[in-house]
């Protein structure tokens, strides 16, 4: 009697493990991705923008030297946190027509390399604007209900990871090349701007069920090798004024990060702040193994990217994990790993 009963707790004991395990493992059942070329994995290919990467030299070092839109010589960060919540290997572009709505149960991405929070920003090289990766989002919720049932689709919306990473483009792209933004605003009140455009997103799809955000700011903008190349009155260095304007904008967009939090229940939303990480990679490359930070890998690394970083360029680096950027413009795959290694404990803390 005495061990039947025994064995009957330890029985229950176990079940009540195991259902905690599983409730934990399943906590984040599905990255969903939004934002620019930091986090795009294949969407520009199948739109009318001349800002493309699904041609060699680009995933060179990714599954099979496959170039799949992603502006890297292998995986993005969001593949990494993918891989790291244990949900897949690597997040696929929504409009990859080689993955079905099976694929997207577990993660996609709505994400477009050249977008920004401001609409001017998209209209520049004729991307998706921010705007439209909520109505693809929207129209995905639809398919998601068909192929899991109402129930099940409801969970995977209110329990994925969110991430949303972009910004970069409103400054480089639009507001320090054209004058329109510059004439209506100063760079504080751009910010704002931009930061008000963010926060009505998060509310957005908080609304259609959005609760795990993570939101991105920007790294030191002014350290990519593009912006060292015309930074010629200041010997070819990092563009600080560019940086603060980053720093700027960190700090407003935690401000709106903090805000929302208090505002709408349930909401979980977390600054990913990739800064430091990324300014330290800048000022000591060589501490993590890195020898070379002012050029990029790819063809003459001062200027190229997209269709000017060809397959034919003869100057292309043979390793590109010897190299902190990959183009004039985007970091290399080891980049990417060692600051997502530096995110995703922030990310495990926060929702796992
Ligand atoms: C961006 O464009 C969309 C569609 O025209 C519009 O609904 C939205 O209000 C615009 N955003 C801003 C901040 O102007």
Known sequence: MRLICIFIALLILITQISMVACKTRNHVPSVIVFGDSTVDSGNNNKIATLLKSNFKPYGRDFEGGRPTGRFCNGRVPTDFI??????????????????????????????????????ATSDVLNVIPLWKEVEYFKEYQEKLRIHVGKEKANYIISEALYVISLGTNDFLENYYIFPTRRLHFTESQYQDFLVDIAENFVRKIYSLGARKLSIAGLVPIGCVPLERTINILGDHDCNEKYNNVALGFNAKLENMISKVNKELPQLKALSLNAYDIANDIFTRPSYYGFEVVEKACCSTGTIELSYLCSDKSPLTCKDANKYVFWDAFHPTEKTNRIVSNYLIPKLFAAYR
């Open 82 to 119: 993918a891989e790291a919540f244990g949900v897949k290997k690597n997040i696929p572009a929504y409009f990859d027509p080689a993955y079905t709505i099976d694929d997207f149960v577990t993660g996609v991405c709505f994400a477009s390399a050249g977008t920004g929070y401001d609409n």
